[in-house]
């Protein structure tokens, strides 16, 4: 068998430009939406990962707030800022990128912005609005995951589904998506016994664990759904590094159904989904309806 490519790359320029258009039609209301990225620190992935934020939030035409703060910034100079952000009338989104140096108290930061503009999902309102199955704003890589895989396969309920990962960020709120659509779900972990045999009993299998290509082929059942969140740079042999999975693609691709690329899988539907929540944060501040984010809710 050879699986079918779960293009992340092209359903997420579907979702982007659905989020242009929406964007667009604010603006004739007076309306531009607005999103604030904070990093504090040089991490060299994190600056990476902002630039290409504020670069795709302007594409789509919303307004993109930047604040670079020095790794020694005070843990009440980084709160005060949260605080001006969530009182800023022009920012309906407010993201901290993360990790945050270690002096700082992450929880703490997160839990200070307005959850109405907390457009990771990561504040514990929507964490507990999520885990309860009420309207939340939801973390953005897992909603990626679940826009791909309800594209694929339709409903997903009764369906089988491992996640291997626990982390707040991914692995919890996957499995919360996941039940709330009315999977079975397990999730593993390092802990977790024969995570082989675990996994053939998936449909639907997600690796988000950061270890490269720890999931191979005797881990699937034949037809599975597989989405591999992981992105692990590994030495290319010539002084050169490259990207990889979770998930050993070559040989996984002649077992599975479907699975996501890497790179061009579910990295793309991060920021997709980032755009999304911000639109959704931005007609919420507004009153408005959001039935043209219908694909991404
Ligand atoms: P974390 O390190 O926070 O969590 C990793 C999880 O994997 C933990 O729950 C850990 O278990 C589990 N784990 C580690 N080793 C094993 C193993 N050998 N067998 C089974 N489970 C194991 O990572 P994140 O959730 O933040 O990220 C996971 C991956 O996804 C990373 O590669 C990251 O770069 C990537 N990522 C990709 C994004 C995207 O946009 N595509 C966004 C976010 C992350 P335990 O809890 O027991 O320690």
């Known amino acids: 068998m050879t699986a ?3 293009d992340g790359k092209a359903f997420a320029k579907g979702v982007s430009a659905e989020i242009t ?6 603006k004739q209301q007076g309306i531009t939406p607005g999103l604030a990225v904070v990093l504090v620190g040089e991490d060299a992935a994190s600056e990476v990962y902002v630039r290409n934020k504020g670069l795709q939030t302007k594409a789509c035409g919303m307004n993109s707030f930047e604040h670079k703060l020095p790794a020694q910034t005070s843990e009440a100079d980084l709160l005060a800022l949260i605080g001006r952000l969530n009182a800023d009338a022009s920012v309906h989104g407010i993201l901290v990128q993360l990790p945050l140096p270690s002096h700082l108290n992450a929880d703490l930061v997160i839990n200070t912005i307005d959850p109405a503009k907390d457009v990771d999902g990561f504040h514990i309102s929507n964490v507990g609005l999520l885990g309860t199955g009420q309207r939340a704003l939801v973390p953005c890589t897992p909603l990626g995951c679940l826009m791909l895989l309800r594209d694929h396969l339709g409903s997903l309920a009764g369906l089988n589904a491992v996640v291997v990962g626990r982390s707040n960020i991914v692995g919890k709120p996957l499995a919360q998506l996941l039940l709330n659509d009315s999977c079975t779900v397990t999730i593993a972990h390092s802990r977790t016994r024969d995570l082989p045999s675990i996994c053939r009993g998936a449909d639907i299998l997600i690796a988000a664990v950061g270890r490269p290509e720890l999931i191979t082929a005797d881990y699937i059942k034949p037809g599975a759904t597989v989405i591999d969140v ?32 890497v790179p061009g899988g579910v990295g793309p539907m991060t920021i997709a989904c980032l ?8 007609c919420h501040a507004h009153n408005l309806s959001e039935s043209a984010l219908s694909s991404a809710s």
């Open 4 to 6: 079918k490519l779960l």
């Open 21 to 26: 258009k929406s964007v667009a039609s604010l």
């Open 230 to 261: 992981g992105i692990n740079r590994v030495p290319a042999g010539d002084g050169k590094t490259r990207l990889v999975g979770d998930v050993d693609f070559a040989s996984v691709s002649k077992v599975a159904g479907a699975i996501t690329p």
């Open 275 to 282: 755009l999304a929540n911000t639109l959704t944060a931005c």
